[in-house]
């Protein structure tokens, strides 16, 4: 049987600040657990991803630091690979939108969509700076939503309704430089004729069973209100240079580019590999995991774009979307500096702990989830440390100090034994069943429940009173634990490691088998190594200073 085909791809973080939990809530996280997940399975799975490296926040940050965009962008692109891997947060290829690759798929892709006339010119008047002597697009300029009159809205997108703002719509405009009143001047753009698109949209956006109805709806309303042809020029000096006469100090807008190197970096992947990537990418399934603020470019802009082109790439077959991660009220935000930042996430917890707690508060819709530190706490000492480190440690440890480090052989099997038996037998299904819907939150809290019965059955069974219970209780405990350590691996796969050496099993957990849980693959005789504590409870009268090391008392 040939391997189910899946590429990931993670929406990329834009190259100017470090990486916040907000972004691991929404996209990074479920992505890695998602991949993780169906490596188990069997799949041939990859996951990409990249640095958003153009666009007018890069460059103004890169202006204040007296560095050039190129060295900027190259420092966060390493920066933010390092703080995903000490996350556990794998990539198959961490790629950069600054590539080669990247910069010769976009032009092609615009001569193909200007040769389709899916392209026009218009002289627009924008946004211009006296005292900068530069025009001000997209988050050069600051003023209020012309969609909600939110205000302090970069002129491009609004944070507050996720709108997309088109050219010189933005009100009340000021530099977000110097703060002065710009000035209007004339240039020449390009224009990508999304409008064109609404009626194909709206049959994509309805008949793809994939896509969830609650992201389908609100963008529907917008098809409705008219789409608006996109403006994919911009007047400053870094970004893919636009390939045509007259536009030679022009590049393109960040979100011309930015989705295409998804498929940039597939192709590179497997380029590497030999294997030819467009083939590759037509035959898999596609999943893009992002965040709410960015529906419109991946759900309108994205498939228009590939449309156009003739699809030559499929569209995605799915695109995970979540909501934002809150702290007082209000988004995590790096433009803004309101974030608790990974870095200091790390240095303050296990990382386990980030990706253990994170998933058991993600849900997959769109709704919005406060930070809350004591709620942190808790879930970590009530339910991963007391209920299912509690589970695993208790069943090794009763092993190596009463049999030896031996697992016993089972023995004769009550009502209670089959069944334990029967949920061990079963749970894979049941967790696996919501992973592959992305259903993370729920397939943590399966996971939870069943480590809670194993407790139950522990203590029910009470192994240090009755030699002859003894023996099928600990077989089947054991066996219980090996299958919470396939299953808890996505979430937690640094503590999953270590417990895989302890139970002296050969291999990389990582390539091990999901549905592997049957009690059969414990041989008898089999030894386990010395068991250590995986988690260890946080300290509540330490709250001040987890606040303090994370940024939240400021």
């Not at 990859?46 to 420092?75: Q, R, W």
């Not at 042809?229 to 911009?234: G, H, K, P, Q």
């Not at 691996?489 to 270590?498: G, I, L, Q």
Request: proline share 4%; charged share 20%; with cysteine.
């Amino acid at each position: 049987m040939d391997k189910k085909q899946i590429i990931v791809t993670s929406a990329l973080p834009y190259a100017n600040g470090e990486i916040h939990l907000g972004h691991i809530f929404s996209t990074y996280l479920p992505a890695d657990i998602f991949t993780r997940f169906w490596k188990l399975k069997g799949a041939d799975i990859i996951h990409i991803c990249a640095t958003d490296d153009f666009g007018t926040p890069i460059l103004i940050k890169a202006e204040n630091e007296n560095k050039s965009p190129k060295d900027y962008v190259a420092y966060w692109n390493k920066r933010d690979l390092t703080d995903f891997n000490n996350l556990g947060i794998d990539f198959d290829l961490f790629d950069n939108t600054s590539s080669p690759e990247n910069i010769k798929l976009t032009q092609k892709f615009f001569k193909r969509l200007n040769d389709n006339n899916h392209l026009f010119t218009s002289i627009i008047k924008q946004n211009y700076c006296e005292s900068c002597d530069k025009f001000l697009p997209d988050r050069y300029v600051l003023g209020t939503c012309p969609h909600c009159n939110s205000n302090e809205q970069y002129s491009d997108h609004c944070d507050a309704c996720g709108r997309t703002i088109g050219p010189d719509s933005i009100l009340n405009p000021t530099c977000a430089i110097c703060g002065s009143l710009p000035v209007k001047k004339e240039s020449n753009h390009y224009f990508f004729k999304l409008s064109n698109f609404s009626e194909v949209l709206k049959k994509w956006l309805t008949e793809n069973p994939n896509l969830q109805t609650t992201v389908t709806n609100y963008l529907l309303n917008w098809i409705k209100d008219g789409l608006k042809d996109w403006d994919i020029t911009r007047d400053i000096s870094w970004g893919v240079p636009i390939p045509s006469p007259g536009h030679e100090s022009q590049v393109f807008y960040g979100w011309f580019d930015n989705h295409l190197c998804y498929i940039s970096s597939v192709l590179k992947y497997f380029d590497g590999l030999n294997i030819d990537g467009e083939k590759r990418w037509n035959s898999s399934e596609i999943y893009h995991f992002i965040g709410k603020d960015i529906v419109y470019h991946h759900y309108l802009f994205l498939p228009a774009m590939r449309l156009g082109f003739g699809l030559d790439y499929k569209l995605p077959d799915s695109i995970p979307t979540r909501g934002h991660l809150l702290f007082s009220g209000h988004k995590l935000s790096k433009s803004k500096g309101h974030y608790i930042s990974l870095e200091n996430s790390l240095n303050t917890f296990n990382a386990d702990y980030i990706r253990y707690y994170l998933s058991s508060v993600t849900p997959y819709d769109q709704s919005d989830v406060s930070f809350d530190l004591d709620d942190f706490i808790a879930k970590i000492n009530n339910d991963l440390v007391a209920n299912i480190g509690n589970f695993i440690h208790r069943t090794l440890s009763f092993i190596s100090s009463k049999f030896d480090n031996e697992v016993p052989a089972i023995g004769v099997k009550n009502s209670d034994d089959l069944d334990f038996e029967s949920k061990i037998l079963s749970i894979s299904k049941e967790v696996g069943n919501s992973l592959s819907k992305n259903e993370i939150d729920r397939a943590l809290r399966l996971i939870s429940a069943f480590s809670s019965h194993g407790n139950r059955y522990f203590q029910k069974k009470e192994p240090w009173a009755d030699q002859d219970n003894s023996n099928t209780c600990l077989h089947l405990c054991f066996n219980a634990v090996r299958v919470l350590n396939i299953l808890m691996f996505p979430f937690t796969p640094f503590s999953m490691s270590t417990l895989w050496d302890i139970l002296n099993y050969s291999g990389n957990l990582e390539n091990q088998f999901w549905d592997h849980s049957d009690l059969s693959s414990t041989s008898n005789n089999h030894m386990i190594n010395l068991p250590e504590v995986l988690f260890k409870k946080l300290d509540t009268d330490n709250v001040p200073f987890y606040a303090n090391e994370l940024g939240l008392s400021k």
